[in-house]
């Protein structure tokens, strides 16, 4: 899938591009189905709400669900990003989002580059989000929030959140937002929130910041997040579990388009469980580790 | 202002009835411009967030601020009332409710009357809730959320939520709200929100399951609720404080339909402080009260 120049220039201006219905229900309920398994593993990989026993995200399926696998190297999700890049991208971190019916809690407002620099070392924004849905996104569970053309701002200052949910986050402080906002539109379009049904796909800018209410409804709003980086981009530093932040820097190798459908063969690398080595993290950038080695 | 039969049957139908810009901008400026100083008054009767020093909830208003006492005997407001229980009412209770932005936390799923029925032993369900919006309300920032229908369903049982926000409730399961929801149409008006701007009024049932969603936004959405109750259904416990269940019975009388813009005279008798009285509770029945007198 190639992007078109009106869909470059939407994403240049507003920092994200919306594909509903990307993916069919035939497709989506491959995913979907394998995921109350992948939910009910005890793993370090599964980090639970705060209130709840309910997953807030999922790391890292990819590297030991074969339908995942299989998804992370998908022409209709990695083409626009190397479009966008011209440049071949490796998978910086997976994820399966829960936003659980009446248990999923709010993520507050953030870039998500502010985190892979601050805590990952990844030397520019060259990174993109991809999010996937594999529900019904509407507006009572939960949808993911943006500020149109926030990413224009760069990296902004945040601060570490370690407190309001489960999972720490590099959050934007509130009057920035108001600002941010107000420049964006105020209450004429200054927040988006992109809606549609499973299988639709957004793109968003590593710097567009975004933000998602709690799921009061009875609906999971169930997700995936994929962040593909550039690979002259990759991460400096192992401060982060290798299941949250990948250190293989390998190109992805895309399958045929119909690799959701057909059994084409995938590595499950964690196929059996998370090697030690992934969980071991260090402070020290690598070019210092591999100096020191 | 008096329905007519296409509202009344409405009504009886959804358990709502939405007024988009009921009150004028004029008007609602005179009461919105009060809240922030009644919000920083350091009072029982101000309810704050778990997480922050923003107001969630002031108690009767109507006791203390003239703006808040002359919205409370509005005809375009109470005339409706009375119109649907058909007998005088009075004011069961009187709430600023904050939902301030990027403070303003969830309210979980619950009837109003549940609470009524199990703290106050309000006897039926012949109390009726109004908002009233301060602020223009959309998407974002925590519109109140109905179940249409979910009324006739009378009292339902609900446990008591001591544990989600500052402000317990008796709340209801997620198992019965999906299937009221399933009931109502599902993701076709299963659930419904109200949006419009300040001014806006919203009559709903007090047997009506409703919730709230957390507040992200930049915008503040500040609503007056009242509860109305028919004076014959007066509450027999007096296990709450004064401001929050009152404990005067009379019938309200109406000012004129001006009377937010011209300075009618009105009691306010906790001008200078709540008095010790209304903070005194008892577990035991009025009417045992008084023959133990």
């Known amino acids: 899938m190639r992007l078109s120049k009106e869909q470059l220039e939407q994403f240049d201006r507003d920092g994200y591009l919306f594909f509903p219905g990307l993916f069919t229900a035939g497709e989506i309920s491959l995913l979907a189905g394998e995921v109350p398994q992948l939910y009910a593993r005890r793993e370090a990989y599964n980090v639970r709400e705060k209130d709840s026993d ?69 030397p520019t924004e060259r990174a993109m989000n991809v999010a996937i849905f594999l529900d019904d996104v509407n507006e009572y569970n939960g949808p993911l929030m943006f ?12 601060r570490h959140d370690l407190t309001t949910t489960s999972y720490p986050l590099w959050t934007v402080d509130d009057a920035l937002i108001a600002r941010l906002v107000e420049r964006a539109g105020g209450k004429n379009g200054g927040i988006v929130s992109p809606k549609g049904p499973a299988g639709s796909m957004i ?41 949250i932040a990948h250190r293989d820097f390998a190109p992805i190798e895309c399958l045929p388009d119909d690799c959701l459908l057909k059994a084409y063969p ?25 100096k020191a080695a």
Chains 1, 2 share one sequence.
């Open 54 to 122: 309910a997953v807030r995200t999922n790391f890292a399926a990819h590297m030991y669900s074969e339908p995942f696998a299989r998804l992370a190297r998908h022409p209709r999700m990695v083409g626009p990003v190397m479009d966008l890049f011209g440049e071949a991208v490796y998978m910086h971190q997976f994820k399966i989002n829960g936003k659980m019916a009446f248990a999923g809690d709010v993520w507050q407002w953030h870039q998500d580059y502010g985190t892979w620099l601050n805590d990952d070392m990844m």
């Open 266 to 290: 995938v590595q499950l690398p964690w196929k059996d469980g998370v090697p030690a080595s992934a969980l071991q993290t260090s402070p020290v950038p690598i070019e210092e580790m591999r």
């Open 203 to 243: 793109l968003f800018h590593s710097c567009l910041v975004h933000a998602s209410s709690s799921n009061l409804s009875p609906w999971n709003r169930v997700s995936v997040y994929l962040s593909l980086c550039a690979v002259s981009n990759h991460i400096r530093r192992f401060q982060r579990p290798e299941y």
């Open 147 to 158: 500020i149109p053309g926030s990413h224009k701002k760069g990296v902004i200052e945040a």
